[in-house]
């Protein structure tokens, strides 16, 4: 076991760290309550709601912005985004821990957050650390700033919006945004931020979806998708819509009436069996630059991309089997691999060597079928959240849902 757990070290730029820009949200721990025998997550928990900025007027606001997209496109030039260095510590300390089943194992385990290795939990984090600095040049940031919960590809609106708060029985929080309600010479909105999907600019969304409502936009990160938000639900929803060459829109829901307080135990434990991976890296803009991304199943194959070097109207996108990158099997690389390899470590801030281990790392793991099955199951109950019939809202008024 011990040699199986060293050849499964990663060195570098994975290592875990804490940090001081990190908030409060993130130190919530559920409790038996808090995660019922039979739910495959934790129920999510939820603060009090957060003061609008008052905003004198459209031009202050507009200063504000700017500071705000400068800090966002910052993050996103430094920070890669990663949901790969988490899911290998994740199966090291289950392969060398005492639980028989990985479902004991995760509901034991408390997720990290990880310095150089984030996911949009640890970007949120961050980037509300940051923001928070510019409280001296806009008084009362610091109260205002908050991490929200998003629900995506919501089927029924009614259902999930039947209480106060988002269903916690039928919900999984997959995914989270910074947010800050905002009032502008008495006109109502909100400030939102989302550096997990690499989204380099502020939206903004405002009750009377006049200026400076942001409206329909493509994101550079995904330039064949279109995005819209506005308000709805007496203002404590914004609905987030999602055009991908279909005229019917994809629909998610960030609910923005109270701060969440529940992004690491339920959010980021959540993400460490969702059943697809990805490294990426990204300009100011949330261009992406270079990245590898894969399902999370038994002898997978890896997509790495990357703009060139030299060129970057080039596009490079190769797939290989993952089983190539298993140090014992090691065979010679490919030239056209090998050259995209040295690319996309470049764009990933690290060396090659070190990207290589992290896939040779991957693929020991997408190796190990018993723990992959095992994984999966646990995500697909996830996913019957919403279909589940034993998953009502019989409890709801029995479970206090502010942390």
């Known amino acids: 076991m011990e040699r199986e757990k060293k050849s499964l070290e990663v060195e570098g730029p994975v290592g875990a760290a804490a940090d001081s820009c990190y908030r409060d949200e993130s130190s919530y721990i559920p409790t038996k309550s808090d995660w019922p025998i039979g739910q495959p997550v934790p129920l999510p928990k939820w603060g009090s709601s957060r003061p609008s900025l008052l905003v004198g007027s459209i031009g202050e606001f507009d200063e504000l912005t700017k500071q705000f997209e400068n800090e966002v496109q910052t993050l996103l030039q430094i920070h890669n985004y990663d949901s790969v260095t988490n899911f290998i510590k994740f199966y090291n300390e289950f392969k060398i821990g005492k639980c028989e089943t990985l479902e004991s194992f995760f509901r034991e385990y408390e997720p990290p957050l990880t310095k150089n290795a984030n996911t949009c939990v640890g970007l949120g984090l961050l980037l509300i650390g940051k923001l928070a600095l510019l409280n001296d040049r806009f008084p009362g940031i610091e109260n205002s700033l908050y991490l929200v919960s998003c629900e995506e590809s919501i089927e029924s609106h009614e259902e999930y919006m039947s209480n106060g708060y988002p269903d916690p029985w039928v ?30 600019r502020v939206i903004t969304v405002m009750i009377d979806q006049q200026y400076p409502h942001t409206g329909r936009f493509v994101p550079s990160s995904c330039p064949k998708k279109e995005y819209c938000y506005q308000t709805m639900v007496g203002e404590k929803y914004v609905q987030w819509s999602v055009w991908n060459g279909s005229s019917k829109p994809e629909t998610n829901l960030v609910y923005i009436g109270a701060s969440y307080h529940s992004p690491v135990c339920v959010t980021e434990r959540r993400n460490l069996v969702y059943n697809f991976r990805s490294l990426l890296a990204t300009d100011r803009k949330g261009h992406l630059l270079a990245g590898v991304y894969f399902k999370a199943a038994f002898q997978s194959t890896f997509t790495l991309f990357c703009d060139d070097d030299q060129d970057p109207t080039i596009k490079h996108r190769i797939k290989v089997p993952s089983a190539q990158f298993i140090t014992k099997n090691k065979i010679d690389i490919d030239i056209d691999v090998d050259k995209v390899l040295d690319i996309c470590s470049k764009h990933l801030k690290m060396t090659k060597i070190q990207f290589y281990t992290i896939l040779s790392v991957l693929a020991e793991i997408l190796e190990d079928k018993e723990f992959l099955e095992q994984m999966c199951k646990i995500n697909d109950d996830i996913y019957k959240l919403g279909v589940d019939e034993n998953n009502n809202n019989e409890g709801v008024n029995n479970y206090n849902l502010s942390g």
């Open 171 to 200: 919900s999984d929080k997959e995914h989270v945004m910074v947010a800050m309600q905002i009032e502008i010479e008495g006109r109502k909105g909100v400030v939102l931020l989302d550096p997990g999907y690499q989204i380099g």
